[in-house]
């Protein structure tokens, strides 16, 4: 869930054309728009993509035992290769080439430390981990790097490895939903989960209009008109969180240091593919200011939007360009990627 929380701008909506539906996957709710199609699409839209969130939760599930991820997990603690798909092949090794890119800040083998903190679980509370438990799990040094795919196998050479999809899962399942929408001949939708999403094609005779809100949760900032084919993601360090004595402990950690990143309070992109988006928000989430752009650059990503702990902002062109500011323009510091 996006603190900078988007919300589909209806307006003067034509109801008969405007197909809407609502699901709850990985831990947030999905909605789906679609302008425009048959009853029958719609209606056949709706059931391919609950049922195919439905598996990916399944599959890719972080701590619930029973699915492919816990079965691979296991597999790599114990030194043993797991049987894989074409397709879960896939998504791993891109997992791996998106954590390359981010200089592992975007480090999907971390799922050990993201248990330690609490975050495997429905519960978080504190008190944060012992040093020297986070220590232990930093020397072990987890990487994707270390799996190997030979002969429709998957394995790791590090038994540390632990992987945890959740900074890109929901990026991968809006990209396949988004897949199946088109091969339907649907060609006017968005696919939302909990305010992050791709858009194609337009609503109705104007585009898609979609409202950023501010990070205290109040009235939007700005809006943002989805051009084509894009998706816009946005992480935060205020949505999966627990206090202890005072001080917020967040969901993404810093794998240099084992605790929350520190430093931004939300990222934003856009991208063609939600995938990409996904895991670059999580990775420009923990990196520091002057690494950020040769981050976005490394990742594919040229529109960005940073807020900072002092609520400043940091905003490439091209992202500006595509921001309404509907009250006072913010100070905006400008991010050059090249
Ligand atoms: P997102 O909301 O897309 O930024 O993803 C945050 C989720 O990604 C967390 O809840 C963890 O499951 C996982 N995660 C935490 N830290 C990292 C990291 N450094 N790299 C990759 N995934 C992470
Ligand atoms: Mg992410």
Redesign the pocket.
């Known amino acids: 869930m996006s603190l900078l929380f988007l919300t589909i701008v209806t307006g003067c909506s034509q109801p008969s054309s405007l197909y809407q539906d609502q699901f709850l996957a990985f831990g947030t709710v999905v909605s789906l728009s679609i302008w425009g199609a048959s009853k029958q699409q719609n209606h056949e839209a709706s059931r391919l993509i609950r049922e195919d969130f439905a598996a990916m939760h399944d599959t890719w599930h972080?701590w619930k035992k029973g699915g492919l991820l816990g079965e691979i997990n296991q597999n790599i603690s114990d030194g043993k290769p797991t049987p894989l798909s074409q397709e879960a092949s896939e998504l791993l090794q891109q997992s791996a080439t998106l954590s390359e890119q981010s200089n592992h800040?975007?480090?999907?083998a971390?799922g050990k430390l993201?248990a330690l903190w609490g975050?495997h679980g429905e519960e978080r509370k504190g008190p944060p981990p012992a040093q020297e438990k986070i220590d232990l799990l930093l020397q072990s040094n987890p990487t994707l790097s270390t799996l190997q795919f030979t002969e429709g196998n998957i394995q790791s050479s590090n038994p540390s490895v632990k992987i945890?999809l959740?900074?890109?899962a929901?990026g991968y399942a809006v990209d396949r939903a988004i897949e199946q929408l088109k091969q339907l001949g649907i060609q006017h939708a968005i696919v939302n989960t909990g305010g992050d999403l791709r858009a194609i094609g337009a609503h109705g005779e104007r585009n898609w209009n979609i409202g950023i809100r501010a990070p205290d949760g109040g009235e939007p900032i700005a809006s943002l008109q989805p051009k084509n084919d894009e998706s816009i993601?946005t992480?935060g360090d205020y949505?999966?969180m627990f206090l202890y004595e005072g001080k917020r402990y967040h969901?993404?950690?810093?794998?240099r240091t084992g605790w929350p990143a520190t430093g931004t309070r939300s990222v934003t992109v856009i991208h063609k593919r939600a995938t990409i988006a996904?895991a670059a928000?999580?990775?420009l989430?923990?990196a520091d200011p002057e690494q950020r752009t040769t981050i976005a650059k490394q990742m594919g990503i040229e529109q960005l939007l940073i807020i900072d702990q002092a609520g400043d902002y940091h905003m490439s062109e091209s992202m500006q360009q595509r921001l309404t500011f509907l009250g006072d323009p913010p100070h905006i510091t400008r991010l050059v990627i090249r």
């Open positions: 972080a800040l975007f480090n999907p971390i993201v975050f945890d959740g900074g890109i929901k993601f992480s949505e999966r969901h993404i950690i810093d794998p996904d928000a999580t990775a989430l923990i």
